[in-house]
Each structure stands twice: as structure tokens, then as C-alpha cells.
């Protein structure tokens, strides 16, 4: 079997991890260096993800997630959170970056900057918050697969209160709001979701070819 279609086909949304079971260090950098390695619109990377090992913390996020046990059972869980405001001073930072990684002469990025600020400038509050955790999505999917590929279990999550994160993880302050939970680890032999079979539409109903 083709090793992607392999990768996604092992992985599965788990409910119950083994505890005892925690991921490598060196596995947590490549998840990381994923991470980061995520593509985001205009490359702004609106995003911060959050690593909480502490099982104090963790067990408050329980309570936030409507109980649910992966938040404290898994090896790490991962808060991926996104901008909730973008501002020019964002952009001004980007475009440093651009200059320091690339070594280029900042004026030659003013065009650039320009037209990255018309474009948000004029966007609601709102539908930036919105606009930023779409990008948070995209990582989701890097994560998910990156995971896989590694025999890392994770599970997504939507299940939790945002302000409750918010609360726990003093979020709004830094300009920031949960958008989607990772717990990550291994499976516990007793998860009986890992043997059901995958329900997923028909490729007809999924892809139109025109
Ligand atoms: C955005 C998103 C939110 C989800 N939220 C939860 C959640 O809060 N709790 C949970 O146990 N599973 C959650 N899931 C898991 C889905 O139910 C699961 O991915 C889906 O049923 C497909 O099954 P599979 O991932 O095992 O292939 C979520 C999945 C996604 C993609």
C-alpha cells in the first residue's frame, strides 16, 4: 500500500491513550519543526502553539473539555491557538523576517507590506479572528499527518470552551484564542475505537471531475 494512504489509514481520532507512554523528545522537535513549517496566508503564521505538559494545567483544561479524558491521559497536549487581531506591527515583524532570512533589502519589501496591510486593514475584527483560525486548521492537518507518519497517536479536538482555555491559559491578554486541541501519545490497548473501520463518503459523492 502506497505509504501516505498507509499513514492515514493507522491513524484514528483516539479516545483513549496509555498514560505510561510519553513521546521521545526528538519526536517532539519534528512535530514542532512541522508546526512551523505550515503554510499560512501571506505567510503571516497567526498562530502560537502551546505545549502543556503540566498535569495541574491539563486537569483544569479537562474540566474546560467537557471532561474528556485524552486532555490528561496523553503524553503532551497541544493548544493550537490563532491570532485574534492582526495589526501593522505584525506585518512590520514579517517583513523583518523576510529580510533576515532572506537577506534582502527591506525596501524592496514596501510593495509587499503595502499590500498586505490594504488587504487586512479594511477586514472586520471578526472576521480576522475567523480568517486566523482558518490558518490554525492548515496546521491541524500538518500535525494530524505528521503524527501518523511518526506512529504518534493524536486526537483532534472542537470539543472545548475557548474562554475556559482562555481563563486557564491567560489567552486573550496575548492577543490570543484557542482554536482547536491536540492531545498527542500512544493508543492504549483498550481503546476499542482503533479496530473500528474507517466510515468515509464514496469517491463519487466526494470528487467531481469536470
Ligand atoms: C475539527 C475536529 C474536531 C473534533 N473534535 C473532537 C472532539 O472534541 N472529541 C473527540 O473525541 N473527537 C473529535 N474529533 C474526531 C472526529 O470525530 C473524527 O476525526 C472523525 O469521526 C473521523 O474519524 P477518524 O479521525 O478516527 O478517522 C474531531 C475531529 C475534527 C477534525
Redesign the pocket.
Known amino acids: 500500500m502506497n505509504k501516505i494512504i498507509e499513514d492515514l489509514k493507522w491513524?484514528?481520532?483516539?479516545?483513549k491513550y496509555d498514560s505510561t507512554k510519553k513521546v521521545s523528545i526528538e519526536n517532539i522537535e519534528i512535530i514542532k519543526d512541522a508546526l512551523r513549517l505550515t503554510p499560512t496566508a501571506f505567510g503571516l503564521q497567526p498562530l502560537k502553539f502551546i505545549i502543556v505538559e503540566n498535569q495541574d494545567v491539563r486537569l483544569k483544561l479537562k474540566e474546560k473539555?467537557?471532561n474528556?479524558e485524552?486532555v490528561v491521559d496523553a503524553s503532551h497536549l497541544l493548544v493550537l491557538c490563532s491570532y485574534i487581531d492582526n495589526t501593522e506591527i505584525h506585518v512590520e515583524d514579517y517583513i523583518d523576517l523576510i529580510v533576515d532570512t532572506r537577506n534582502v533589502a527591506k525596501e524592496n519589501l514596501e510593495g509587499f507590506k503595502e499590500y498586505i496591510n490594504n488587504t487586512i486593514n479594511p477586514i472586520p475584527l471578526e472576521t480576522k479572528t475567523i480568517w486566523n483560525a482558518k490558518q490554525a486548521?492548515i496546521a491541524?492537518g500538518n500535525l494530524?499527518h505528521t503524527c501518523a507518519a511518526l506512529r504518534i497517536d493524536a486526537?483532534?479536538?472542537?470539543?472545548?470552551e475557548p474562554e475556559g482555555y482562555d481563563e486557564v491559559l491567560g489567552l486573550k491578554a496575548k492577543n490570543l484564542k484557542a482554536t482547536?486541541?491536540c492531545p498527542i501519545g500512544y493508543r492504549h490497548p483498550e481503546d476499542r475505537?482503533q479496530h473500528?473501520t474507517?466510515?468515509?463518503k464514496h469517491h463519487d459523492d466526494l470528487f467531481e471531475v469536470i
Open positions: 491513524r484514528y481520532a483516539t479516545k473539555s467537557h474528556q485524552q486548521y491541524l494530524l486526537t483532534p479536538m472542537e470539543g472545548f482547536i486541541v475505537y473500528l474507517k466510515v468515509r
